[in-house]
């Protein structure tokens, strides 16, 4: 009987402990979490748009092409018997290039120049006789007859001999064409025949190409109404030269700067837009024919262009879009277009006005219609480094929690910031 008294009495003591013990830990964990929790709402950086005197860039995709392009062919035929230079390296104008067998031709010219040896004798021979009966003639010795015969005889020679000695020149001019050289200098590209191989019978073979590669061009084509509005801004700004730059596969700017070299003279009925070509030097061979390339050119300047960072400009599949903050701290999507962009700003042509707060940082931890506390930072500023400890992460966290929203659509989400801008900021 007493042990089955204590049995009871033990149980409900150990019961007591453990809500006491229970009671406890809740305190802890909630005070824990009060504590971390964040007074009031969050804040954040944001900038104001403003407006600045910017330029108004043309972009249009150009095709790279070289400055000279020689074909270098076999003018005579005969056997490919040498070549004299690498695949793909510099030439310079005079180089021997290759060599046909010249045998053929040597014999060519021997025997023209024998033919001309030969008419060159008579030729003279008939001078003298021609001479001699000139005299006899103008003495009555001979009959006209006779003395004309002569005179025929010495102009046949004569002329004989004038297309002896242009058989001799073109056996030379062919013998010539058996050893090509370089026309220009340049770099010379893949072979086209290899050595032992007939080349220039009945075409002139192609054997390879030579490109110069400093400078180059690059062609493209304009609308109209481009054309006209450059124009007349380089009227306005006294005739200057416009700036050009490339922008090459890669997504980077060229490091050296075009300039115009031509522009056709009529505009294309068929597609309305003007064909122009600017040339760009090309000093470490960098940009090679055939490559594609965008070209920007300065149309007009912008006056009075509402600017905001690129670094809180968003993209989600092609819509750009920034965080505009209202002046209760509430944050909505707002959709904008967008002119020319530099490294920090871009121009916003609708969307939003100077004055306007953009969120610059951290636009990946927030979500339209949460609210937060706007801090205004100049425009330039940096982008600010992520708080230590992951105590910014954890702020952020107890933000999200807060606003418990059902679901994010993905015009709400932004997925990329323009030009790496909310990569930036969340990082």
């Not at 709402?41 to 000279?68: C, F, Y």
């Not at 730059?245 to 003007?274: C, K, S, V």
């Not at 059902?406 to 990082?427: H, L, R, V």
Request: with cysteine; net charge neutral.
């Amino acid at each position: 009987m007493p042990n089955s008294a204590v049995r009871p009495a033990f149980a409900l003591s150990l019961l007591l402990l453990g809500l006491i013990l229970a009671a406890g830990c809740s305190g802890d964990e909630k005070k824990k979490a009060a504590q971390q929790a964040p007074q009031g709402p969050l804040p954040m950086k944001v900038v104001k748009a403003e407006t600045r005197d910017m330029p108004n860039w043309g972009e249009w995709v150009g095709q790279i092409s070289a400055h000279e392009t020689v074909e270098v062919r076999a003018r005579v035929a005969g056997f490919l018997i040498k070549r004299n230079f690498e695949e793909g390296r510099d030439v310079k104008k005079g180089d021997l290039l290759f060599v046909i067998d010249p045998k053929p031709f040597q014999e060519d010219l021997k025997q023209a120049q024998s033919g001309l040896e030969y008419n060159q004798a008579l030729y003279n021979k008939a001078e003298k006789d021609f001479v001699r009966f000139k005299k006899l003639y103008e003495e009555g010795v001979v009959s006209r007859d006779e003395f004309e015969s002569y005179q025929t005889q010495a102009a046949t020679y004569k002329a004989q001999l004038r297309d002896n000695k242009a058989k001799v020149e073109n056996a030379r001019i062919q013998l010539g064409y058996t050893s090509i050289y370089s026309p220009i200098d340049g770099v010379i590209g893949r072979v086209q025949v290899d050595v032992g191989n007939l080349v220039g019978q009945g075409e002139n073979t192609l054997l390879a190409t030579i490109s110069t590669m400093d400078p180059v061009y690059v062609s493209f084509n304009v609308s109209e109404a481009d054309y006209i509005r450059a124009m007349r801004d380089r009227q306005a700004q006294g005739g200057s030269e416009r700036l050009i730059r490339l922008i090459l596969a890669d997504g980077g700017e060229y490091n050296q700067e075009g300039r115009f070299d031509m522009i056709d003279p009529t505009i294309d009925p068929q597609t309305g837009t003007l064909g122009i070509r600017v040339i760009f030097p090309n000093p470490d061979g960098l940009l090679k024919p055939g490559q594609y390339a965008k070209v920007r050119v300065r149309v007009s300047n912008n006056e009075n262009a509402v600017v905001v960072p690129v670094r809180g400009i968003m993209d989600v599949q092609g819509m750009k879009s920034v965080y505009l903050v209202d002046p209760d701290g509430t944050i909505r999507n707002q959709p904008v277009k967008l002119g020319y962009q530099s490294a920090d700003v871009a121009v916003v042509t609708e969307g939003v006005k100077a004055g306007d707060m953009i969120l610059s940082e951290g636009i990946r931890r927030v979500k339209p219609g949460m609210t937060i506390k706007p801090v205004v930072v100049p425009m330039n500023a940096e982008t600010p480094k992520a708080a230590p400890d992951g105590e910014q992460n954890a702020a952020a966290q107890a933000q999200d929690a807060a606003s418990q929203p059902a679901q994010n659509s993905p015009a709400d989400t932004p997925a990329t910031a323009g030009s790496g801008g909310a990569d930036k900021a969340a990082e």
